[in-house]
């Protein structure tokens, strides 16, 4: 009897245990279950932002948008120009022929302009995660078209470039060869512009392999023909040294050396220019960059500019110790501490 009820206090009091067991998790729970609520709400408040943010991003910038609704304008604009340009240089002759063209190559380049800016511009929206999928279209257009544009006034620009003829007096070779660098500037501008164009081309995933191949054959000629006229003018500085040694008072052939001088320091200017775009290519530059250093021998504060050895200097890396282990440290120090 007694057995019996001590089992049944034990059955009593495990139920007992059990409900109170139960009871205390159950309440666990509900006191938990609050903060997995607030943890749900946040990750949902979460949720709400990142769409709402991704929706603003999405939206066009009105400001951006009508920057780049002005910049199409100016780029329509300038083709009616041109468009207006060619007829009447094909009616007109003389002075007035020869000033229209110099206004049709100045129109091209600054077609060549807008259109760039423009590309930039639609890609720096992008960046921004503004929508621009409209322009982005244009801009592509628009680069394509550029290629050919630039190819069109690099050509006009060549034909520019005309070499004076021997005998000229010192006045009548500086005003020649103004114009040649005038015209050398213009190419070399040119050709800044397509490989900035090619750049953005590719940003913009244009295919633009063949027109890369054809800029880097007309950089190549381009460099050439620099470093052809860069000896012919260097040459003539040696014989034009030796004239004023043997007749110094002669004021007619110091005023050509000047001049000559002049040149020297125009054309490896303009070439240092282009051996840069050449290594945005990744063209190999090293001979043409030994021949403006090394031109004579030696380099001398009467033909060249910092400005200009700076250019040759960068990019050169490695190839530099070749310079002086090749011509000595005499020039390579002399470039550098004149």
Known sequence: MRLNQTLNFLLIFTFLLSIGFNSSFVLAAEENQPSTQAAEATQETQATQATQAAEINTVPDEEATDTLDKQLASIIRQREIIAELLPRIKKSEGLLKTALEARLDKALITLLELGLNFAKNVAAQEDKGVEVSNYREQA??????????AMQSAARIRTQVEIHEPGLSAAEQAASYTKIFAALDRLNHVYELMVENI???KLFEVDVAEQETVLKE???????????LLDLAMNEV????ASVSAVPD????????????????????GLATVLTLMDSLEMDTTEYREQVLGATGEITTDVFEIGVVTKLLQGWGEQILTVILEDGPDLFFKTLLF
């Open 140 to 149: 592509i257009e628009i680069l394509i078209k550029q290629l050919d544009v």
């Open 199 to 201: 750049e953005y081309s």
């Open 218 to 228: 007309s950089l190549s000629d381009r460099a050439a023909n620099g470093s052809i």
């Open 238 to 241: 040696t014989a034009l040294r």
């Open 250 to 269: 002669d004021t007619e052939l110091k005023a050509k050396l000047t001049v000559a001088g002049d040149i020297v320091r125009n054309l490896a200017n």
